[in-house]
């Protein structure tokens, strides 16, 4: 989480339209959103069957929307933010958690003492920080998943560069529009710290400017029942076991 991610979600209007306009309803990132809950939720129910229901861990948890998204499924929810307004405006639309303001840098930050099994999730960070800030979350989630059998690490890449949102990333020759990140540089971060990827997930290979045509849509359905889908979808979930026991 850099100064940039501080400083614009500081602003309670910036937090008010990351709510209520990028997420609303039938828009590109809330269908998405609908996606990776239906999921997630698959997920937990068949990782953590027969045993105690995870704590759940949610790093840059701004709004809290991956906390409601396992609202009944989980023991506990705790979530992290440098963003007190963010913080504030999760526990407002009925984010179910205890809320931890942690600093933007400085030593990584220790997760809460809740026990396990445990559940990390990490959501829309990657792109919008610098390597060392990557890193100081998958540091974050080693702390609270210390070997293989402690549970699961989610994160999410919302700019997968194999997919066709990478045609757009460029305005100009050189010139980056925007940030994107490669399964193989997800994947090596992960590894930095100790975690394996045992599933990939993608949601989507449609960019928000196709996310109105009607036969774009149909096309991405169709596309997604298809074997090998996440390689080239814009919007990709990684989980991952620590590879030690």
């Known amino acids: 989480m850099t100064s940039d991610y501080t400083e614009v979600f500081q602003d309670a209007e910036a937090v008010e339209k990351y709510e209520t306009v990028t997420y609303a309803p039938d828009s590109y990132a809330s269908r998405i959103n609908d996606r990776q809950r239906d999921y997630l939720r698959r997920l937990v129910r068949d990782e ?4 105690h229901p995870p704590v759940q861990h949610d790093f840059a948890c701004g709004t809290g929307r991956a906390i409601r998204t396992l609202h009944g499924l989980v023991r506990e ?6 963003s007190a307004e963010m913080m504030a405006k999760a526990a407002e639309v009925g984010s179910r958690a205890y809320w931890h303001q942690v600093p933007m840098d400085g030593p990584v930050p220790t997760p809460v003492a809740a026990g396990f099994p445990a559940l990390v999730t990490i959501f829309r ?12 979350a998958i540091a974050f989630a080693a702390k609270a998943l210390p070997h293989r059998g402690s549970g699961l690490l989610v994160v999410e890449n919302h700019g997968n560069a194999g997919s066709l949102r990478h045609l757009r990333a460029k305005r100009h020759q050189n010139e980056r529009w925007f940030s994107e990140l490669s399964h193989e540089q997800v994947e090596a971060l992960l590894d930095r710290h100790g975690f394996e990827v045992v599933e990939r997930q993608g949601f989507s290979m449609l960019t928000p400017s196709l996310h109105g045509h009607k036969v774009a849509r149909w ?3 169709a596309a997604r029942r298809v074997p090998g889908f996440d390689g080239y979808a814009v919007n990709v979930l990684y989980t991952a076991r620590r590879v030690h026991a």
């Open 219 to 221: 096309a991405d359905s």
């Open 48 to 51: 953590f069957e027969g045993q």
């Open 77 to 82: 929810a705790h979530g992290y933010d440098t």
């Open 125 to 136: 960070l990657l792109l919008n920080v610098p390597d060392p800030i990557r890193d100081r």
